[in-house]
């Protein structure tokens, strides 16, 4: 099969254009691309070239109007075995290409040529086009021409030339001569009249010499009377023989000029030659034959047949001479004969073949017309030829000789599909698809790719660009199978044809006019290319495949910047796609790439990182000029130029619209740009040099070095000097890296970033990776930040003052101002790092919305720094250079946790500012000061989040044991200053009554993890010194909360140690702190007004001591804001929290212990009557066992009482009255009336005898007379006749032995 | 049921909305590449099919090799195309018209977004039962 088939390929005379010695490859091309605009050459162009020997057979060829058509095959075609079937498959011509400065010697080129075209045994016409020769390589040449005149006229020589000088001489000088030397300069057919008179009688040959020889040296003979011209070319005389014909060096033009007088006569010269053999066919009959044929011997019959198919094909091949000719009539007619011959003897190939031919001669025929009947015919009769080729298929011939028919009827195919392209669409799909399944059938590998390229190329025609570019990938499949660099080449080729049909053209191949209407597009809006581009990674499996196979070509092919190219942009487009693994393959392509690659190359598709615009430097404006009050210690205080108004209607309103900030930049000093770079990928990234690329001419860049971890983030500060005034236009960043220099424009990653937010891109590389450039900061986060201050200006710095303005002041937690004053005077050049805390401030829900929102742009970070505090700096020299320009440059270092804070600034020059200060200082002693405004960027990301909180009680009843060790235990532990071992650690001897725990909900909607630390501020009071014992929980070992991302946790805050020890007025007294002395602020009267307010500050006093502190990777930590939530958690609960019970009961074991003397030190929690855990002492039944019962009074007043003392059994019945009472008791067990003085406690003594072993539980119970109204509040209750009832929490006894 | 078969809906804007590889043959990567090639292509031809005729189920439309592609086309112009290798042109047509009235009632979800991605598991799961009963 052959590419580049169409109906009209029958008529075209196939070329050879081969390179003849060396040609470098740019030569070639060129050489070739002159040749080949000369594809068609009129028939009455060449007449003057033609020279009718004999009667033409093309009796009805087009003299005016008709065409011979070239098809040149640029380095030859290798021979078809069925040129005989078809003539136009056949070479007809050779035209050789020399490079006479790469080929020296002519003699070896004419060699070569000659050789070269042994090859070609059908060509007719062989000529070597040799260019640019040198003067040596023509002086060489200098040859005589003889020119037999055999014309009996008088006649002008008419001599067309180029500009050189040419000497004719007259051998023999014949006949009169008018010798002159000419000198001849100019343009191209600046011609000289010779007037040559000779009188005709003799012949004698005219010799002209010319220095330097010509080859396009023409002699015009102009018949003095008949006006006629014929022009014929001065032959070389010389040893050379006709075939080598020298350009000389000139421009372009002219080249073209002499390559088209050559085709012409090379178009004379081959219609001569198709005249020749037409007429011996017509006479002695030719031999044809196709690999079709089969060898068998014929019968007689057959003879016969073959005699008359001989015939047939015979006609067949004449008409394809005389359509190669340009003369279709005649062509027509020797077709028509050969119809009839084939169909009679059932040569339905050779019927296809004529078929096929008469087509091409009805259109040559009727060029140039349209009309409908005429496609009708063309397409009836090539279905016709398709069904013939298709008939003579035999499967035998297929099998046997592996030649088969097929790739005709498909040629058939497709040279009706471009006919038909023009209109017929459907028709056309169908065709191609009948086409394609074709392919398969194909026996020739090159046949299928020819095919591939030929139906890519017909649905390109159709504008059915996925379908061209879906067989252009199937062509590039066929050739990446072959296996060498050559064929690589053409599979990056063709895939390079296929990225606009799938949405992946680079950069560099997107047109001019598309850049230029992205220039129009602004303020967040896209355009429509814009918005298409974000559809684009939609079928990225395609768009990976293809990226992947370019990438693959490229590198077999040895184009390393193709492949660096598809390389980055398959990680840049398809990250989120590609495994790790595959990721570092990748960056280790582009290494590879770049190393082939000569430094300093250029590539218009950016790799990585991803770059965004963070934020510019502060304005000019906000270094003002401060007048100074000489008289006040403090002139920066009241400085602020506030006017009457506090917000003044001049300033910008709308902080939101950031994308407009005016920014002015001061010739010659140093700005900076911050911007935001991102490694979404898992390998280290180096960034050779980044620096800001400007367009506009007037800006001086400084580049950087960055590297970047994986999966990370960096904020870097890009500086540069504007050096010339005018707009400045930052669009990107240049950046080099992976060995290339690419340049990343801000805009696109914009609108990578708004495609992310709509869900049309794979992903935000911003987003996924979080930075740790420490302007981010998660809500309640504390970081230490160093900001230094550097002096630029000329001189010291005498005074300086920081403070704060703007919102979220009080994030600012502590400013080292004492290392400011102690690093004063500031020399210039001085730098001083001032220590800095910030504590994240709580997001409004309104920022949050944002930042879950659409406010995704780069600018919309940006939109929050309306929320940052302001650093005001006051600063001052003494002299009066002082109004000389400063410059200081406050930024920001590392402490020991490590964070860049990103807020830029600079000092401004003072400009005329500096004029009119120096004026005033002469009247003032003060030269004025200055103020600095320096935005504090942070910004506040969303953190853990407070779910709810909830109280929750637990309650386990202690069991009985022998000794109250817990006041040893607990003084020991004092005294020691050791630290009570647990929050919550219950103790089962122990119990835990009434313990109220508060449980907090947070949930980690970020992602990140956080470890959450509980910590409450513990006071214990020991009566003794009524010192206050605070204790941090966190030094517990209280654990840790882990909480992962997008999950939530509960905390646990036990509330056990706030019980207060005493239970009185005191409490409800309006300013009593509770870590103050209890005592002293005692006070008996109350009313219900304090009550409340009381309560409430001793609630904020609860609250303020419960700590919840978290910490995030290495360096972040922070607290949870979370007071209102447990205010109102607590609201409801708080008295039974804080209050003591008025009366508080323990049983204890009074078998073998000395009751302690100090029984008053029991502390708060007095049902404590833990044992340590090794004495576990069990009470035995059958035995009498003494308890004892202990009732404290936590009141300040006398309580009396009655108390009773119950024993219950495991199901909960009365074990000591009724019927089946199981325990027999010594003592009093019920209504014992006792009055408990004011925080003292009483012993009651009695025993029990349990008869049955089990777990029993004692409860001790008092109903208190005369109860005043602490008690009855605490209580609840409002009704004076009520009676109290106090309960105490149960007691486990554990009785064992035998039944 | 198909040895093979690609089933996806692409949008008005050319963009495919929901891919599931349907049927029984092996799974390689390598063919659902060529399947996706296959389908994108067929997008010319549905282009200017689809405007030819009134029915919404255009039949085969494409083929390459052994695969067959078929769509149908809403009134909105949203393209089921289905790639397969059976010739039931009556099982697909319900399977086409059954996957429509599924897609309707996505496209009545007020939270999906027409053109958008569709990420529903019971459309998915519906899908995919609708492959196995007609394909």
């Known amino acids: 099969m052959e590419p580049d088939v169409s109906v009209e390929t029958g008529c075209m005379i196939r070329i050879a254009v081969l390179p003849v010695g060396a040609i470098p490859q740019a030569h070639l091309r060129d050489y070739a691309s002159m040749l080949v605009r000369h594809r068609h050459v009129d028939l009455s162009s060449i007449s003057s070239f033609y020279t009718e020997h004999q009667k033409s057979p093309f009796a009805n060829q087009p003299w005016d109007s008709g065409t011979l058509r070239f098809k040149f095959m640029v380095g030859g075609s290798p021979l078809s075995p069925w040129e005989d079937f078809q003539s136009h498959r056949k070479i007809l011509a050779v035209i050789g290409i020399c490079h006479c400065p790469s080929s020296p010697d002519l003699q070896l080129v004419e060699e070569e040529f ?48 180029e500009d050189c000088d040419v000497q004719i001489d007259m051998e023999k000088r014949m006949f009169k001569w008018y010798p002159r030397m000419i000198v001849l300069q100019g343009q191209l057919g600046s011609a000289i009249m010779l007037p040559l008179h000779f009188d005709g009688s003799e012949c004698y040959p005219v010799t002209l010499w010319a220095k330097p020889l010509l080859a396009m040296l023409w002699l015009a003979f102009v018949l003095v009377g008949d006006i006629h011209y014929f022009l014929f070319p001065l032959e070389d005389g010389g040893r050379r023989g006709d075939n080598l014909i020298l350009f000389p060096p000139a421009d372009h033009q002219t080249q073209q000029f002499h390559l088209q007088t050559m085709m012409q ?33 014929l019968s007689s019959e057959e003879v016969i047949k073959a005699k008359k198919r001989r015939l047939g094909r015979a006609q067949k091949t004449i008409g394809d001479y005389c359509l190669l000719a340009g003369s279709p009539v005649d062509a027509n007619a020797h077709y028509s004969t050969a119809l009839e011959l084939a169909r009679l003897t059932g040569d339905f ?176 809006k896209l355009n429509p290319q814009s918005v298409v581009t974000l559809f684009e990674s939609q079928w990225s499996t395609l768009q990976m495949v293809v990226l992947r196979e370019i990438l693959l070509s490229s590198v077999r092919a040895g184009d390393p910047l193709a492949a660096w190219s598809a390389a980055a942009r398959l990680l840049r487009s398809y990250y989120p796609l590609i495994t790790p693994a595959g990721q570092s393959g990748l960056a280790s392509a582009l290494t590879n790439a770049a190393d082939r690659l000569p430094s300093g190359t250029r590539s218009a598709d950016p790799a990585l990182p991803f770059i965004r615009l963070h934020s510019f430097p502060v304005h000019s404006s906000q270094v003002d000029i401060v007048k100074r009050n000489p008289g006040r210690e403090e002139w920066w205080l009241g400085s602020a130029p506030s006017g009457p108004f506090i917000y003044t209607p001049f300033s910008k309103g709308d902080p939101a619209d950031s994308n407009k900030q005016e920014l002015i930049w001061i010739v010659g000093e140093p700005v900076q740009v911050v911007v935001e770079l991102v490694n979404p990928c898992g390998f280290d990234l180096t ?68 495609g992310a937010a709509q869900g049309l891109v794979l992903s935000d590389p911003f987003r996924c990776c979080g930075g740790d450039g420490g302007v981010i900061l998660f809500e309640g986060e504390i970081r230490d930040v160093l900001i230094s201050l550097t002096n630029a200006g000329s001189v010291p710095v005498e005074q300086a003052h920081i403070s704060l303005s703007g919102k979220n002041q009080d994030s600012v937690i502590s400013v080292v101002y004492e290392t400011l004053k102690s690093a004063l005077p500031l020399k210039p050049g001085a730098e001083v790092a001032i220590p800095v805390t910030i504590k994240a401030w709580q997001l409004s829900t309104a920022d949050l919305d944002s930042a ?50 990103c807020f830029v600034s600079s000092f401004r020059s003072l400009g005329p500012w500096a004029q009119s200060g120096a004026t005033d200082v002469n009247s003032s002693p003060v030269p004025p000061g200055r103020r600095l405004v320096v935005p504090l960027h942070v910004c506040v990301l969303q953190g853990l989040s407070f779910v709810k909180a909830r109280l929750l009680s637990m309650e386990i009843p202690a069991h009985v044991s022998e000794t109250l060790p817990c006041l040893d235990k607990k003084s020991s532990n004092l005294i020691s200053g050791a630290k009570p071992d647990s929050l919550v650690k219950i103790d089962p001897y122990r119990g835990s009554w009434g313990l109220r ?16 630390r509980v910590s409450v501020q513990l006071e214990n009071k020991m009566k003794e010194d009524q010192s206050t014992f605070v204790v941090d929980a966190s030094d517990f070992g209280y654990p840790e909360t882990r909480i992962d991302r997008d999950y939530s946790a509960r905390v646990l805050i036990p509330l056990e140690h706030f019980k207060l020890p005493i239970l009185d007025g005191s409490f409800f007294i309006k300013d ?96 404590i009557l833990a044992v340590p855990p090794g004495s576990k002492g069990s009470i035995l039944a059958h035995e009498m066992t003494p308890f004892e019962v202990f009732v404290r009074n936590n009141t300040k007043e006398m309580i009396k009482m009655k108390l009773s003392i119950t024993c219950r059994d495991v199901a909960g019945e009365n074990c000591i009255d009724g019927s089946k009472a199981t325990v027999i008791w010594a003592g009093v067990l019920s209504g014992i009336s006792m009055e408990v003085p004011p925080l003292q406690e009483i012993k009651h003594a009695f025993s029990l005898y349990f008869l049955v072993p089990g777990e029993y539980t004692l409860v001790a119970a008092a109903v208190i007379d005369d109860a005043n109204d602490i008690l009855r509040a605490r209580a609840k209750t409002n009704s004076p006749d009520e009676p109290i009832f106090c309960r105490g929490p149960p007691f486990h006894v554990k009785v064992i032995g035998t039944a | 049921m198909a040895s093979t078969g690609c089933f996806i809906i692409v949008s008005k804007n050319d963009i495919p909305i929901y891919e599931a ?76 018209q059954e996957v429509h009235e599924l897609y309707v009632k996505i496209l009545l979800n007020p939270l999906y977004l027409p053109g958008s991605r569709i990420t529903s598991s019971h459309f998915d799961t519906k899908v995919r039962a609708l492959a196995r009963k007609y394909l």
């Open chain 1, 687 to 754: 960034v050779d040099s980044i620096y800001l690329s400007v367009h506009s001419g007037n800006f001086d860049p400084f580049p950087m070095r960055v590297s970047l971890a994986p999966n990370s983030a960096k904020v870097i500060k890009l500086s540069g000097m504007p050096t010339s005034m005018g707009p400045v236009t930052i669009p990107g960043c240049t950046v080099h890296c992976f060995g290339v220099i690419t340049e990343h424009l801000f805009k696109e990653v914009d609108n990578l970033l708004l």
């Open chain 2, 21 to 96: 590889e349907v049927g029984s043959a092996a799974k390689k990567e390598e063919a659902a590449h060529q399947h996706q090639f296959i389908l994108h292509a067929a997008l010319d031809i549905v282009q200017d099919l689809a405007w030819t005729t009134s029915a919404m189920f255009l039949k085969a439309v494409d083929r390459f090799n052994d695969l067959v592609v078929s769509v149908y086309v809403t009134a909105g112009h949203t393209r089921l195309m289905l790639l397969h290798d059976s010739r039931n042109e009556d099982g697909i047509k319900s399977f086409f």
């Open chain 1, 997 to 1012: 725990l508060l449980e907090l909900e947070l949930s980690n909607p970020t992602d990140v993890v956080f470890d959450i």
């Open chain 1, 265 to 297: 006569d090379i178009a004379a010269s081959l219609l001569m030659e198709f005249e020749k053999w037409v007429l011996r066919a017509e006479s002695s009959g030719t031999i044809l034959k196709t690999p079709l044929d089969s060898q068998t011997s």
């Open chain 1, 1072 to 1167: 009593s702190k509770s870590d103050a002395n209890q005592g002293s602020s005692r006070s008996s009267s109350f009313s219900e007004k304090n009550t409340k307010a009381e309560l409430n500050a001793s609630i904020k006093n609860l609250i303020s001591r419960i700590k919840v502190k978290w910490q995030s990777g290495r360096s972040s930590s922070g607290e949870l804001n979370i007071k209102d939530a447990i205010l109102s958690a607590l609201q409801t609960s708080a008295m039974d929290i804080l209050l003591p019970d008025p009366l508080t009961f323990g049983f204890k074991l009074a078998k073998s212990s000395i009751p302690p003397a100090d029984i008053v030190d029991l502390p708060k929690e007095a049902n």
């Open chain 1, 852 to 901: 879950g929102g659409k406010n995704t742009t780069s600018m919309g970070r940006l939109s929050k720094d309306g929320s940052s505090p302001m650093l005001l700096i006051h600063y001052a020299g003494t002299t009066v250079s002082a109004a000389q320009p400063l410059l200081v440059v406050p930024h920001v270092g590392a402490v020991a946790s490590i964070m860049y804070i």
């Open chain 1, 114 to 161: 000659a050789n070269a075209c042994k090859g070609y045994s059908s060509a007719l016409v062989k000529r070597c086009f040799a260019f640019c020769p040198a003067d040596s390589q023509v002086e060489e040449t200098e040859a005589l021409m003889v020119l037999n005149v055999a014309v009996k006229l008088e006649f002008s020589v008419f001599l067309q030339l």
């Open chain 1, 349 to 524: 190939f050779w019927y296809a073949g004529a078929l096929e031919g008469s087509v091409c001669a009805l259109l040559i025929d009727r060029m140039g017309q349209k009309d409908p009947v005429l496609e009708d015919e063309v397409r009836y009769r090539y279905n016709s030829v398709i069904v013939h080729y298709r008939k003579s298929f035999m499967q035998d011939n297929a099998q046997r000789w592996k030649v088969s028919t097929l790739s005709f009827e498909l040629e058939a195919t497709l040279k009706l599909v471009r006919f038909l392209c023009r209109e017929h669409a459907k028709e056309v799909v169908e065709l191609l698809m009948t086409a394609a399944d074709g392919a398969k059938s194909l026996i020739d590998a090159s046949d299928r790719l020819i095919l591939f390229v030929e139906i890519a190329r017909l649905f390109g025609t159709l504008g059915y660009q996925r379908k061209a570019a879906f067989f252009a990938r199937q062509v590039a499949q066929l050739y990446m199978q072959q296996d060498d660099s050559l064929a690589a080449i053409s599979a990056m080729q063709v895939l390079a044809m296929t990225t606009k049909a799938y949405r992946l053209q680079s950069r560099a191949t997107l047109t001019k006019s598309l850049a230029s209407s992205d220039e129009i597009s602004d303020g967040g």
